[in-house]
């Protein structure tokens, strides 16, 4: 994503049960806090803050999308990471999301594999950007077993953020992973 002006994308989500021993192209450490979140609209505003692990690189960013599934427009802008911790304490709202992003690529797609930390350690999510949502993928066979949830209610960054696990999705991902993701 760049800077500026609005982009469409599709996203496709998928939960992973461990990090893929696969290279990696980059290493991020992410922390991200929502000012808004309106479920009825599909409308979301947030501040991440992006640290590169490989050259301590540090970005921040506000974000806004409108819509779901697999038709969302989004516009980011370039923020001061100076302000984050201002930011999060005087608008955020729910829970901090941290999380250490893979960036891999995997035939002609490039993945970004989610490993959550804080009150959703344990969580592992793999995502692929689209612009066309109806173009074909694979998901790559070395990520082992994976289960679709980009169209599970409650799944997406916003919403954990904000509401927490509900009980379905709490025994949803204590079957997928036999154990608890969500530590309040």
């Not at 290279?23 to 808004?36: A, G, I, V």
């Amino acid at each position: 994503m760049t800077a500026g002006g609005p982009q469409r994308e599709a996203e496709r989500r998928f939960l992973l049960r461990q990090l893929p021993e696969i290279p990696f192209e980059r290493m991020l450490r992410l922390r991200q806090f929502y000012t808004l979140v309106d479920g009825n609209r599909k409308y979301s505003a947030r501040f991440r803050l992006v640290e590169d692990l490989r050259t301590g690189a540090v970005d921040c960013f506000e974000t806004h999308k409108i819509g779901g599934g697999l038709d969302i427009l989004e516009t980011e802008y370039p923020v001061n990471p100076k302000l984050y911790p201002d930011l999060r304490r005087l608008y955020g709202i729910g829970r901090e999301i941290e999380k250490i992003r893979y960036v891999t690529v995997c035939g002609s797609e490039t993945w970004e594999i989610d490993v959550f930390g804080g009150c959703f350690a344990g969580l592992v999510v793999a995502e692929l950007e689209m612009d066309d949502p109806h173009r074909a993928f694979v998901v790559p066979e070395a990520f082992g077993p994976t289960e679709e949830v980009t169209f599970w209610r409650g799944m997406k960054n916003a919403a954990l953020s904000v509401y927490g696990l509900s009980d379905e999705l709490k025994m949803r991902l204590r079957a997928w992973y036999g154990h608890d993701v969500w530590t309040g």
